[in-house]
């Protein structure tokens, strides 16, 4: 037995000290095969590493991560090849190097003999990212609500926790959680079911209101805050799912009818936003500028019975706004999609209210499904668009400004076609998007083995924590009912 673990310990030590690239190293022009792809970025200053795998054959494998300070960080790989950057080391070795470059070579050993491959590079920005990140996990079906949570991520490390389970609240559906300008103190979500209601953060209590009253045909769905946070603009939406038989289109989600509402949090008030009194249109995913003057929608005209869905196309639009009258102006077209056989969703404005982007897709409102989707930005002075270049062949739908206005989180199902991810890029100021990266995970082949689908990342600048009681205290109360009122349009 003393034998057996002397030449256990002695195989490691050798193959560690081979793990090392001595003098003779022969170079390619290859690039190496690295999983996930981290090259050629713009990454923040406090990202969490971003650990990767070599696919490679060889014996043995090495990194040498440099910086333009002439910084260095040496790491063997695993016998899966795998590589794990030091937090601490990994995290000294960005700061050093904000706004500069790091280097990244990769060296394969193969029956005795070092091979490098080409060196690949990454800017580090020293415009850092928001701490945190949030979304929903589920499986991709969303049919099923047996294992629902809203997870908090760290993205200065891998540190991540469930905020909301909905197997505390008997399997209740949670779903659109919602920020007031990354802040968690102005923080929401819904639930459905025998619970359901619209849960509000109130100090370290959360708060169940009925939002739905009898003036109203169909409940609050899509919510964002005002950046006052005396309001919340939601849609009001009557949902339908169509199911197909085509491989490549198994679900569609639409509209039947919808409109916006307003709800005013001090007086526990709703109304409707005075847009179409004549009930033409069906209008959704309300969106606020940064000044909170603006309102920002998507409108379809409203669709006859014997529809077909796939004629249904969203404009955007936008309305004035007075938060100390409560008072909108008449509305203004801002990108007339429908006129290119197109159809917007999420329209999502910078920080600094200067661009927007949004999701195009060929029709509808539930751009989840469509392979088609893609991001595109608007300058909002000249309302000049222009396609993102952080797309793929695949769903690119969701997404979510940092609070400094340098970094977009979208959900893309390039991985799989199936199951959304959360991408980064980093966005200068005229609303060019750079090469995106996904969420850095502890194991970088961590992807291939979870199914379930990220749901509407949102960042937040602070921690979200919200106690199993406290959750089944505020869902076992009955719900505050909104009052209704009614506004005019200036």
Known sequence: MRWMLVLLVCGVFLWGCAGTPGEEVKATDSNPKIEPDYSDLIIPANIAPLNFKVNEEGDAFYVKVSGDNGEE?????NRRSVFHFPEKKWKKLLIANADK?????????REGKWTAFRTFSNSVSSQKIDPFLYYRLLYPGYESWSEISIVQRSLESFEEKAVIENNVVGQNCVNCHAFNNQNSEDFMFHMRGNLGGTYFADGDELKKVNLKTKEMQNGAVYPRWHPSGEYVAFSSNKVVQQFHAMENKKIE??????????????????????VDPDKQYMDTYPEWSPD????????AVQI???YDYRDTKYNLYRVGFDPGKRRFSEPELIFDAAAIGKSVSFPRVSPSGDVLIFTLHDYGCFSIWHKEADLYSIDLENLQVARCANNSDFTESY????????????SSKRGDGLTARPYISFVDKSGMTSKPFILPQKDPEF?????????IPEFATADVNFKPGKLRKAAGEEAIQARWTTIQSN
Request: glycine share 8%.
């Open 447 to 455: 992807y291939k083995g979870f199914i379930k689908t990220f749901n």
């Open 101 to 109: 470059t790091i280097h990244f070579d990769v060296f394969v050993k």
């Open 292 to 299: 909170g003057r603006y309102l920002y929608f998507c409108r």
């Open 253 to 274: 989600v639409s509209d039947l009818n919808s409109s916006l509402v307003l709800y005013d949090l001090d007086d526990n008030e709703i109304m409707q936003v005075p």
């Open 399 to 410: 997404h979510s400004w940092s609070k400094n206005g340098n970094w977009l989180v979208f």
């Open 73 to 77: 960080l040496g790491v063997r790989g």
């Open 304 to 306: 006859a019975h014997n």
